[in-house]
C-alpha cells in the first residue's frame, strides 16, 4: 500500500490572507502603539512582520514589560475569554507588518477552520510554557542570565529556523524592564558581553552570537 501523501504544514499567513471580512492590515513604524491598557478588547491581532512589545502600568505609574513578541505570534486575545478591556499596552518595537481581526471573526474561524484552530491553540500552549519559563527565569536567575536569555529569545534561538543574529536595537530602559532591575546594571552587563565577544553593536542593530548560550547555560 502507497503512504499517504503528507499534509502540507498549515500556513496563517495564507489563510489569514483569505479572510473575508473583520480583518485589516496595517503597518505600523517604530514606537508606535496597537493599542492601550485599558481600551476596549474587541480584537486580535498576528504579527506577519517585526517586533511587538506589551507593557502594564500600575496605578503608582510604574511601567513594566510583560512579553516581547516576533512574527507568527497572537496578541489581544484576552477577548476571547471575556476580557472587556485591554490589560496591556501593545507597542511596535521595530517597523511591523499587524493583521487586525475582529473577535466576531477570529470566533468565526475557530470554528469553522479545524487547522485554524489546531495552530491557534499549539500558540496558545506554547505561550502559556514561555510564561513558566519566565516566571522560573526571574525566581532562580540572576540579572546577567536573565539579560541573556532575553538577548537570545529576541534572536529567536531556540524557535524553528535559523535564528535571527541581527536584531533591531532595543533600549537599555526596555530591556531593564523586561528582567526586572535596573538601567545601570544592564549597561554594565551589555558592555561585558561585547567585550566577551558575545554581542555587537551596528549602527541601529545588535548582533546576538551563539556564544552567548554560555551565560544561561553556566551554572
Do not use: W
Amino acid at each position: 500500500m502507497r503512504g499517504k501523501k503528507p499534509k502540507p504544514p498549515f500556513d496563517p499567513q495564507a489563510f489569514l490572507a483569505r479572510a473575508n471580512g473583520g480583518k485589516t492590515i496595517a503597518r505600523y513604524s517604530r514606537n508606535a502603539r496597537v493599542f492601550r491598557q485599558g481600551e476596549e478588547a474587541d480584537s486580535i491581532y498576528y504579527i506577519q512582520d517585526g517586533k511587538v512589545k506589551l507593557t502594564v502600568v500600575s496605578r503608582q505609574g510604574k511601567e513594566a514589560v510583560i512579553a516581547i513578541l516576533g512574527a507568527g505570534d497572537f496578541f489581544g486575545e484576552g477577548c476571547l475569554a471575556g476580557q472587556l478591556v485591554r490589560m496591556s499596552t501593545a507597542a511596535a518595537l521595530s517597523e511591523c507588518s499587524i493583521v487586525r481581526l475582529s473577535k466576531r471573526e477570529m470566533i468565526r474561524v475557530l470554528r469553522e477552520e479545524p487547522s485554524f484552530s489546531e495552530m491557534f491553540v499549539a500558540h496558545l500552549l506554547s505561550r502559556n510554557i514561555k510564561i513558566e519559563e519566565d516566571l522560573v527565569d526571574q525566581l532562580f536567575n540572576s540579572s546577567e542570565k536573565r539579560l541573556a536569555r532575553v538577548l537570545l529569545l529576541l534572536a529567536n534561538f531556540g524557535k524553528p529556523g535559523q535564528p535571527e543574529s541581527v536584531i533591531p536595537r532595543i533600549s537599555q530602559e526596555t530591556l531593564a524592564e523586561i528582567i526586572g532591575t535596573t538601567r545601570s546594571r544592564v549597561s554594565f552587563f551589555m558592555n561585558r558581553f561585547r567585550k566577551l565577544g558575545f554581542i555587537d553593536y551596528s549602527g541601529g542593530s545588535l548582533e546576538v552570537h551563539t556564544s552567548l548560550l554560555t551565560v544561561v547555560l553556566n551554572e
